[in-house]
């Protein structure tokens, strides 16, 4: 009997012990996970006006805002989600209806998942040499395609994932109505889907909307932009909030500094909207 | 085709012409994105080839890496990278358990979902929003409250001393380790508690009926039961931290030499292409494309180990 007291005694003291480590962890992490937001949020808060959104990125010392940097970034991550939803829906539409058993599908289905979080820098020398260099120049369209590769990944997979939910029944029902089979999958499939795919598209965009890494080689940055002519820059060096925040805050200057705060405000709480809006999107996918 | 045998046939719908076309649009599409991923390596390898071939294998093993004198060595760098992210990992790690464990077997059910929707939204925050904190916040407390009455306190002439070696000024090894190890941390977590939520709950109800307590179920039954998952889910992370470029570029000190302590400046691979490559030309642009080259074929078999061992889970 004392033996198996004693059992029981030193297995109720592991559990103690492993609940409250769990408990603490929990505890530390949420803590600090809150003070990030927290600073974030005041900080953030603390460099907003109404410059931030009318005015361009200044020198240190004379006022400015973000304006150019918020409309660069959003230029190029449009342009950067048009080019990945045209590869990513084809591409996982290829993987799902097209690649069978196929070794070639098997691979180009595990690269795609290496892809999807490979290091964003050396997307960004990658497009640094194909686009940048060979064509003399940073621009904003090299940005572009750098998020691009980013975000097409993410749109493959979620694509491939929501198709393969659709029923063959579907497939067949749609084919025996003679109707041909790239019919069947744009009209019944794909329509089907929409919530699905616009998920995908969502967090793509979510993902690409704070990358900074893949654009300090592409677009570079600029303090200006000719705002007769607001396109213009997608063939010159075009300015994208990310790397203004990190130019700013490597600065010794407090007022490029605060920039740099409610830049990273503005990011976090646009990816914060994004990627609540996916989550209802993809709820009402599971619903239907 | 006027022949009996064709006309005779069901002509086909319309638009059936269009079918192949459709085929090979999707498979260019596809082909695409195998063709981005070969397309970096291979432009890696070019452009990096002049210093590739200068130096040859000495280019890992060399810690000089001086512009000055255009001689370029990439054992810094490199051992920056690895240490960085394996004491992330080490650091995230248990915390990332603890969390997963906790929102599936302790946590009150009414704060399970708005914890769990909290911890998937942090792991979507931009890393350049925890490099800043870790700028502006984290370094002045960690060198303040940390590093400094650490490095009084290290008994001279031991290991402890060598460990805390450095300038305290809040950034270095250590501290960019911390931060990476706050951001992979959500996402770490929120895989963990996703493949923990797939063991069925037959299997975990008869571990509790047979009297296991919570810390048995979890260690000797859930978690065998997501083990090659969950060892996927954590090499994920390490991949994020190993190429992560702005949280530490923040923090790290960049300095090229190698380090010689936790509180000692440093450089990943990724911080030091983010700082020099706009700067760089000629051999040390080959240099740090090569860099480049090498953090590529790192990550490669951490992400693709990864991967193979999640969907055996998957497919388990």
């Known amino acids: 009997m004392a033996v198996s007291a004693q059992i029981v005694a030193r297995r109720r003291a592991a559990n103690v012990a492993f609940v409250g480590f769990c408990y603490v962890v929990t505890a530390v992490a949420l803590v600090a996970l809150a003070m990030i937001l927290f600073s974030l949020v005041t900080q953030g808060v603390a460099g907003l006006n109404l410059n931030v959104f009318t005015m361009d990125t200044p020198a240190a010392g004379s006022p400015g ?49 290496v892809l999807l979080s490979a290091p964003s820098i050396l997307i960004g020398l990658f497009v640094y040499a194909i686009l940048v260099k060979p ?24 694509t491939e994932d929501v198709l393969k939910l659709q029923p063959i029944a579907l497939r067949e029902s749609g084919v025996a109505l003679g109707t041909p089979l790239w019919r069947v999958i744009q009209q019944i499939l794909w329509r089907g889907s929409t919530s699905g795919i616009l998920t995908g598209a969502l967090l793509a965009f979510a993902r690409i909307s704070g990358e900074t890494a893949p654009l300090l080689f592409t677009a570079l940055g600029n303090q200006f932009k000719d705002w007769d002519h607001p396109l213009k820059d997608l063939t010159e060096p ?7 925040i990190f130019q700013d805050a490597l600065t010794p200057y407090p007022d490029l500094n605060r920039l740099a705060w409610a830049g990273a405000l ?19 996918q599971k619903r239907s | 085709m006027a022949t009996p045998q064709t006309s005779a046939r069901r002509s086909n719908p319309r638009g059936a012409s269009l079918d192949a076309a459709f085929e090979i649009l999707c498979f260019a599409a596809a082909t695409t994105l195998l063709a981005s991923l070969a397309g970096v390596l291979v432009s890696l390898t070019i452009y990096g080839w002049p210093a590739i071939s200068k130096f040859g294998f000495g280019f890992l093993t060399n810690v000089t890496w001086d512009p000055v004198r255009d001689t370029y060595g990439a054992a810094g760098p490199i051992v920056g990278t690895l240490i960085t992210s394996a004491v992330a990992l080490a650091l995230a790690l248990p915390v990332a358990g603890g969390v997963a464990f906790f929102l599936v077997e302790l946590c009150p059910m009414v704060l399970r979902r708005p914890i769990g929707t909290a911890v998937e939204l942090l792991a979507g925050i931009p890393s350049i929003v925890y490099g800043m904190w870790g700028l502006f916040v984290f370094a002045p407390f960690f060198a303040q409250n940390v590093e400094t009455p650490l490095m009084a306190a290290a008994p001279p002439g031991t290991i402890w001393e060598t460990l805390v070696q450095g300038i305290p000024n809040g950034s270095g090894i250590l501290a960019a380790s911390i931060i990476l190890a706050v951001m992979i941390l959500p996402f770490m977590a929120a ?75 440093g450089s990943t691979i990724a911080s030091t292409i983010a700082n020099e490559f706009n700067e760089a030309s000629g051999l040390q642009s080959a240099a740090l494309i090569a860099l480049g080259l090498v953090l590529f074929v790192i990550t490669f078999v951490v992400l693709a180990l990864a991967r193979l061992l999640l969907r055996r889970q998957m497919e388990a």
């Open chain 1, 65 to 113: 805002g973000l304006r150019n940097a918020i409309v660069g970034s959003i230029e190029m991550a449009t342009l950067a989600m048009v080019i990945a939803l045209l590869v990513g829906v084809l591409g996982g539409t290829w993987l799902a209806e097209y690649s069978g058993k196929s070794l070639y599908g098997d691979v180009v289905r595990f690269l795609n998942d």
């Open chain 1, 135 to 158: 064509f003399g120049g940073f621009s904003g369209l090299a940005g572009a395609v750098a998020l691009a590769m980013l975000a097409a990944p993410v749109i493959t997979r979620t």
């Open chain 1, 238 to 244: 075009m300015a994208s909030l990310p790397v203004v």
């Open chain 1, 266 to 284: 503005l990011i976090a709480a646009s990816v914060l909207t994004i990627t609540i809006l996916a989550r209802i999107f993809s709820r009402e």
């Open chain 2, 191 to 265: 895989t963990l508690r996703e493949l923990l939520n797939s063991v069925p709950t037959q299997v975990r109800e008869s571990a509790y009926g047979l009297g296991a307590t919570t810390a048995e179920v979890v260690m000797s039954v859930t978690l065998p039961y997501v083990r090659r998952g969950a060892i996927g889910a954590v090499m994920l992370g390490l991949g994020r931290a190993l190429g992560e470029t702005m949280a530490v570029t923040f923090i790290i000190g960049n300095s090229h030499d190698f380090p010689k302590g936790l509180f000692d400046s």
